[in-house]
Structures are given as structure tokens and as C-alpha cells.
């Protein structure tokens, strides 16, 4: 079982103002609630995915799959929200074909999402280890996984809220990560993280992609409305791919793989019967209004196709033994798993606040001694003594040396650790053109880029700036290849003083006086009684900002009254 795939777009808000601080990693052995984790499931960009067992009276027992967000992720609301979301949609979904959402918590800081736990693995570590074989998966096994995601999905488009109004699901992250096969054969869709639903809480930002872009639908790749039929297409690429045993949109970067799925070309697919072929070019239609209309229309046509492939044979048997027969020392890792954990801990606290971090970190507590080495001891010593006696007797009169004692085995030099394997991590900004700095050392290359850092499961730091952008401090976690996409905030536009210049030409004595009283920016000028002088034609004037006509100087009209009229300039 899987978290998220390591192609997921996401999109990182500005941070708040006063982010919390960030807590510590949770780790197997901690407890969340009233779960005990036990075992690492799958690590993605937002989560961490653990087997957890919950503890109840009586010796009652429950295993689940605890979801946990990652601690720097904590402190952004946008991916609080999104996580809250989730829970909030896939609670209200019950159908064979959808992982149930069992709890949801929040402790110390923490927030943990309690969901089914399926006994098994994702359709992509199935394909996977398939194709490492050089092999496909057989014909009924994916016909019957397209048939049980269908009919996950068509529940999902159906749901209602608590009034009877359809909530307009799409799922918007159908991939093979996102599909889980469990040892019975019975597929199950995953992770509404970023589904789009009427009256979720989180939003996404105007021309900000969610979901894998290998998967994508065309009109999701353009940022258009999207409704049940880009979910069709997603599927029916999981189908194509299935059935080929490798990619339908590659590239060696996102951006080329973002122009095959614009581009839409889908190669027809060979040894495979006319029907199927005919199914999956009608869920791959590039033009919506040419697919299916919803998902339980793809899963009419498919399952007519596996009558037909079958034989009579049943393909859920078939897809489970594929799962065993692949990925089954796997799956018995993980049962191992389990049975260890048994008396290994203490039983969970009542309270479901409480974080209780692994015994490794606060200290275990004495364990009683046991009985056995008290009666094993003496056994023991009494062994020895006769050993002991029969050398004596066996020795050769008058050797009195002693016999030297075994030379230990020389310490096993240490294996020279192989250097970690490492990861690209496509970082992007909005704007682009970012530099980026990487644990303190400048990257070579600006926003878009590909850092390769080394896997681990602990954040790495990076800084990006922009000129006339906020710079920003962020952190990703290498455990899987990864997208991030940041947006960095323009700078506050620089305060621009404003020069008032007052004019006194024109006023009354009195009023000249004030205003040569109060404070200006600029120091007016003079008033003076000449006319500006005449402009030579074809000059233009000597300011080229328009002023109003001086006011009439009411003293020199007392003195004078024939200067009354003011020649204009149409006096002229």
C-alpha cells in the first residue's frame, strides 16, 4: 500500500504570518490516539502512510491504515485544509470499491487520518515488479481492475450531501498509485486529497495543476472545468498502460510529458481483442464530448469485454494470484511484521490526544527478569566441573600448563556503506525564474529545475528568491522522486512621495501671506505682476503642463479700474 505517487503536483501556498513550529518526525513504535504504528506502508509528499493496531478491552484487536501528515506541513492551513478535506469527502463513502475512512484525529499537533487497512499492494508496485519480470499483466487480471475502479469511481460521482444534492465528485488523482489491489483479488480507489467536490473548504489557485500529470485529461492539463469524464480518461489510461506494460505520456521532463498529454495521441494497442481495444480508445477520446458520459458506462462496456476474455475463468482468482505469485514475500514481510509487534509495546493510552513517541526515544522501561537462565545456570556450571575433571585426569603427569585459551574471531570489518540512492525533485515557481539554494549551497539553475538529493525521509531546506518577490524558505522531503510548485509574493510597492507645489499667483495679499506661513515640499515661487512672454511660432510653450488661468489681482483692478479686461487669447 502506497501514500501518493512521486510525480504529484503540488501546489505550495505562501506561508502564514506566525507558522507553528515544525514537530518531530512520527516514526514506527509512536502512538497517535488510541493506535499503536507498527510498520511504514508509504511515503508521499504530504503524508506518511502506517500500519497501526488499535488496542481495545477484552484482547480486541483492529488493524488500519494511519494516514499522517508530514510535521513541516503542519503548520500551512492550505494543506491542513486539504488533508481535513479528504477525510470530510471519503467519510461519506461506502462502496467494496472505495478505502473507508474509519477516524480522524489530531494529537499534539499531529493530524492522522484512520482508513481501511487493504492486505495487499497498489496496482503500480504490481505493474512494476511485473515489468521488471518482462512481463504483462494477463488480459482478465486488468479487465477486472478497470472494473472495480469504475465502479469505485461511479460511487464517488454519485455521492450526495446530507439534503440529497449531488456534490459533483470528481477524484481528479486516478493513477495506479491510487489503486489498491488486496490478496483477494478486489480492487479499491484511494486518496481523495485533491478532489473537487461542491462545499470543500480548500481551494485551488487559478492556473495551478493538481494531480499526476502522466494521468491528466487534456482539459485538465489546460485548467479547464473538469466533471466525472477526466476521471473516464485517467482510468482509461491505467487501462492503456495495463495492457501495454509501460507509459502512455513520457518525457524527460514534466513539461514535455504536459505536451504528449495536450497533444493526445494514443498508439493503438496490438494482441489485444478488437472490444477491449474499442474501450480504451473511447475512454482516451481527446474531446470529452467523444468519451463515456460517466464511469459506470466504461464499466457496462468492460465488463462485456470480460465475459468474453475470461473463458469462464474468474478473473478475480486470476488478479490474486498474479498479486501472490509477484508481490507475495512482500505481503508476508509485512504480516511478519505484525506478529512481532505483538508484546512489543504497551497498550495505547485512552486519551486520543496524547502523542506517545516511540520507546526508542523516552526510554524503556526494566523488564522483569526471567526464571529460565536460574535453572539453566546451574546446569550449566555442574557441566563444567565434570568437563573439568576429565581434562585433569587425561593430562599427562607433570604438564602443568595451562591450555591457552581460544583466540577470538577477528572482528568482521565493516562493509563500506553504498552511498544513498538520490532522487530528482522538480522545484517550480509562480513566477518562474527563482534561484534556489539548496542546504545552504546556490543551485546552478533557476525555477523550473530538477535537484538530485540524496532519499531520505528528513526535509531539506531550500531558498528561493525572486528580484522584487518575497524570498521564501521551504522544505521538501527526498523519500520519493517529487514536483513542488511555490508561489513567491511581489514585494509592497515602494511609497512614492507626493511634491505638492501651491500656487499664490493671482490670490488675495492676505491669503499669500498664509501660505507662505505653511510648510511645503517645494518652495514656491514669487508672485510677480508680468505676463509671461510671448512664445516665437512653432515653440512649444515653456511648460508643457497645463495651469489654470491666473486669478484677477483684485488690488491692481482697485487702483486701476480700466485695467480691468485682461487681453486673451481670444483678444488676439
Request: charged share 25%.
Amino acid at each position: 500500500m502506497t501514500a501518493e505517487a512521486p510525480t504529484k503536483t503540488v501546489v505550495v501556498p505562501p506561508p502564514a504570518a506566525t507558522p507553528r513550529p515544525s514537530q518531530a518526525p512520527v516514526d514506527v513504535g509512536a502512538v497517535l490516539g488510541r493506535y499503536r504504528l507498527l510498520h511504514r506502508l508509504g511515503h508521499g509528499g504530504m503524508a506518511t502512510v502506517f500500519l497501526g493496531r488499535k488496542v481495545g478491552a477484552a484482547g480486541f484487536e483492529k488493524l488500519a491504515a494511519i494516514k499522517v501528515i508530514h510535521p513541516h506541513l503542519a503548520a500551512e492551513p492550505d494543506f491542513v485544509e486539504m488533508f481535513l478535506d479528504e477525510a470530510r469527502i471519503a467519510a461519506r463513502l461506502h462502496h467494496p470499491n472505495v478505502v473507508q475512512i474509519l477516524d480522524l484525529g489530531e494529537a499534539d499537533g499531529r493530524y492522522y487520518m484512520v482508513m481501511e487497512y487493504v492486505e495487499g499492494d497498489s496496482v503500480a508496485s504490481l505493474a512494476k515488479a511485473l515489468a521488471d519480470r518482462g512481463e504483462r499483466l494477463p488480459l482478465p487480471a486488468a479487465l477486472q481492475i478497470v472494473d472495480d475502479a469504475a465502479a469505485g469511481l461511479s460511487a464517488a460521482h454519485a455521492l450526495q450531501d446530507a439534503d440529497g444534492n449531488p456534490l459533483h465528485l470528481v477524484h481528479r488523482d486516478v493513477s495506479p498509485h491510487n489503486l489498491l489491489v488486496s490478496k483477494d483479488g478486489w480492487v479499491k480507489v484511494v486518496d481523495f486529497g485533491i478532489a473537487k467536490a461542491v462545499g470543500r473548504r480548500s481551494t485551488t489557485l487559478t492556473g495551478q495543476l493538481r494531480g499526476k500529470v502522466p494521468y491528466m485529461a487534456p482539459e485538465q492539463a489546460r485548467g479547464e472545468p473538469l466533471d466525472a469524464r477526466t476521471d473516464v480518461f485517467a482510468l482509461g489510461v491505467v487501462f492503456w498502460e495495463l495492457l501495454a506494460g509501460r507509459r502512455l505520456f513520457e518525457g524527460k521532463t514534466e513539461a514535455a510529458v504536459l505536451e504528449r498529454v495536450l497533444a493526445c495521441e494514443v498508439p493503438r494497442l496490438s494482441e489485444v481483442p478488437d472490444a477491449v481495444v474499442r474501450v480504451v480508445e473511447r475512454a482516451l477520446a481527446a474531446d470529452r464530448e467523444d468519451r463515456y458520459p460517466d464511469a459506470d458506462a466504461l464499466r457496462r462496456d468492460v465488463r462485456a469485454a470480460l465475459l468474453e476474455a475470461t473463458a469462464g475463468e474468474d478473473p478475480r482468482r486470476v488478479l490474486a494470484a498474479e498479486l501472490d505469485r509477484v508481490l507475495g514475500d512482500k505481503i508476508a514481510y509485512t504480516r511478519a511484521q505484525i506478529s512481532a509487534s505483538s508484546g512489543r509495546y504497551p497498550e495505547p493510552p485512552t486519551n486520543p490526544d496524547i502523542f506517545v513517541p516511540p520507546p526508542s526515544a523516552t526510554g524503556t522501561s526494566p523488564q522483569p527478569r526471567p526464571r529460565w537462565p536460574y535453572v539453566v545456570f546451574p546446569l550449566a556450571g555442574a557441566a563444567a566441573a565434570v568437563a573439568y575433571l576429565l581434562a585433569v585426569r587425561s593430562a599427562p603427569p607433570g604438564d602443568g600448563q595451562a591450555v591457552p585459551a581460544a583466540r577470538p574471531a577477528a572482528p568482521a570489518e565493516p562493509s563500506t556503506p553504498k552511498p544513498p540512492a538520490r532522487v530528482p525533485i522538480t522545484i517550480n515557481t509562480d513566477p518562474q525564474g527563482a534561484a534556489v539554494v539548496v542546504a545552504g549551497a546556490p543551485h546552478p539553475t533557476p525555477t523550473p529545475t530538477t535537484l538530485s538529493l540524496p532519499r531520505s525521509d528528513q526535509p531539506v531546506t531550500l531558498e528561493l528568491s525572486l528580484p522584487g518577490h518575497v524570498p521564501r524558505t521551504v522544505q521538501v522531503v527526498p523519500a520519493t522522486a517529487g514536483s513542488y510548485d511555490f508561489v513567491l509574493r511581489p514585494n509592497a510597492p515602494a511609497a512614492t512621495p507626493i511634491r505638492l507645489q501651491q500656487r499664490t499667483e493671482g490670490l488675495p495679499t492676505k491669503a499669500r501671506r498664509r501660505t507662505r506661513t505653511a510648510p511645503a515640499t517645494t518652495r514656491p515661487k514669487p508672485p510677480t505682476d508680468e505676463a509671461p512672454g510671448p512664445t516665437k511660432e512653432g515653440e512649444a510653450p515653456a511648460t508643457a503642463r497645463p495651469t489654470l488661468a491666473p486669478m484677477p489681482d483684485f488690488e491692481r483692478i482697485a487702483r486701476d479700474p480700466s485695467s480691468r479686461h485682461q487681453p486673451g487669447p481670444s483678444d488676439r
